[in-house]
């Protein structure tokens, strides 16, 4: 069967109180239309026809060319809304499937199981009703008429429906497939309502009275036909979605020591054997390797994790950790930041445009900024690389091997060389050689520091440069 889809975005929303168009409105990391749109793209080979209005611009903008649009100028109801895609679906396909924009958590199963029964059952209309327990919430829906032998009749809005009619626990949860030559030939027969807007519902009412087959398909769970109308309801769709992918990830084997305080975005992708703590933020294009523990306090975004790598109450944004890396707590990682396997980076820390190589440690309260560090360098507490001249950023170049005492600046551009050391509190405004020890304000070379042989000096003198160049570094 070939079925094409279209879907509902031109509304207002004026119940959000935003100049953001409603369908725009984030929900779990993306715009609450990509959900209707990927999901459109799942059920049917033919791309969605994207119907706007209000905000069109903004929305073309950041949805892009991956849908074909119409735009309904007068917003004059849902029937008027889907008349607008005639003339580019008309002839098309077999089938016209309608969903709604802001329907965000519909879900591909449910889908192809109301396309499934109208490919068997071959209605005019085969529609999602929701049942709901006596008392339970409507949502604002409305309800399925039927008659002594439990055909479809009609469809009535909640606002017009009596108080016996509102009593009916079927509603219409807005959800429908069509017959195309009979959708495109009915949508001019509707008739303006009192509210003056032209109701695709009524679709229903004229199948019953020509006698054609309008067929149900039942949805179980409420969540996938919850409507978004305004930030209360945006927030109990943001839960609900919240509470599907953490379980998901708790059925990959991931742990989740308490769900409830765990925010995951759709993509975000974790392996088996992680452990995530409260309160912990994983978003956007972000991947978590197996056996790690994240948290708690923690936000990842667009970051990469490496396998068994622990990150303690710190922010990596845009970010690419190796495996066994350690990082926090309270350390930051900036874009451009790349931590190689191994890599400590202590509390308080920050890392910008920078390559930490294995096994480098980088102690507490230091700064990196558009460095390249070699293998396995000691970083001391308190080091800065200058990287900023007030007008120009510039690079520091650090060697294998390095040892960069505590307090120590090192005033970009400048190159380090491999065995180096530079003493605590130093402040290097010259490339330092290779195997060299370097300290003082401004910084000099005092000896070589040959790794295979010592050179020989007296003993008071080694002693004085080895404790000046290693007081308080890590």
């Avoid at 990469?304 to 890396?325: F, Q």
């Amino acid at each position: 069967m070939n079925v094409a889809t279209v879907i509902l975005a031109a509304g207002e929303g004026t119940r959000m109180r935003s100049k953001l168009p409603k369908v725009l409105h984030p929900l779990g990391g993306q715009p609450m239309v990509m959900y209707s749109i990927n999901l459109a793209m799942q059920v049917s080979s033919q791309p969605p026809v994207l119907v706007v209005g209000h905000g069109a611009k903004l929305v073309r903008d950041r949805v892009g060319e991956c849908v074909r649009y119409v735009l309904q100028e007068q917003r004059l109801g849902t029937g008027h809304a889907v008349l607008q895609a005639r003339d580019e679906l008309r002839g098309r396909s077999d089938a016209v499937l309608v969903i709604y924009a802001d329907m965000p958590l519909l879900t591909p199963p449910t889908v192809s199981q109301l396309l499934d029964a109208f490919a068997e059952h071959l209605p005019v209309i085969a529609m999602l009703t929701l049942t709901i327990p006596e008392g339970g919430n409507s949502m604002g829906f409305g309800r399925v008429l039927r008659d002594a032998e439990g055909r479809v009749t009609g469809i009535v809005e909640e606002v017009a429906a009596t108080p016996e009619q509102l009593r009916i626990r079927e509603l219409n949860a807005g959800v429908s497939c069509y017959r195309a030559d009979w959708l495109w030939e009915h949508l001019d027969r509707l008739r303006l309502s009192a509210k003056g807007e032209y109701y695709l519902t009524d679709l229903v009412g004229m199948a019953a009275q020509e006698g054609e087959h309008v067929l149900t398909v039942s949805v179980t769970d409420p969540d996938e036909v919850l409507g978004i109308n305004d930030r209360i309801l945006l927030a109990q769709a943001e839960a609900a979605l919240r509470k599907r992918i953490n379980t998901e990830l708790m059925r990959g084997g991931v742990t989740l020591i308490d769900p409830a305080t765990t925010y995951v975005e759709v993509g975000v992708r974790v392996a088996p054997d992680t452990v995530i703590h409260p309160n912990t933020y994983l978003l956007g294009d972000t991947s978590v390797g197996d056996d790690c523990i994240i948290g708690p306090n923690t936000i990842l975004r667009d970051t990469t994790v490496g396998p068994r790598s622990r990150i303690v109450a710190s922010v990596l944004e845009a970010a690419v950790v190796g495996s066994d890396v350690t990082v926090g707590p309270f350390a930051h990682l900036r874009d451009g930041a790349h931590l190689d396997d191994g890599v400590h980076m202590g509390n308080f820390g920050e890392v910008k445009n920078s390559y930490l190589g294995p096994g480098t440690k980088m102690g507490h309260f230091s700064y990196v900024g558009d460095a390249t560090i070699g293998e396995k360098v000691n970083i001391g507490a308190g080091a800065v690389t200058c990287n900023y001249d007030g007008q120009r950023k510039h690079a520091t170049l650090i060697g294998e091997g390095t040892f960069i005492g505590s307090g120590s600046m090192l005033v970009a551009p400048v190159r380090v060389g491999p065995g180096a050391v530079i003493g605590a509190g130093s402040v290097v405004t010259h490339d330092v050689p290779a195997d060299t020890v370097v300290y003082g304000v401004p910084a000099r070379p005092r000896r070589k520091v040959y790794r295979d042989q010592v050179e020989e000096q007296p003993e008071e003198a080694v002693s004085e440069e080895r404790r000046m160049a290693e007081e308080g570094g890590e």
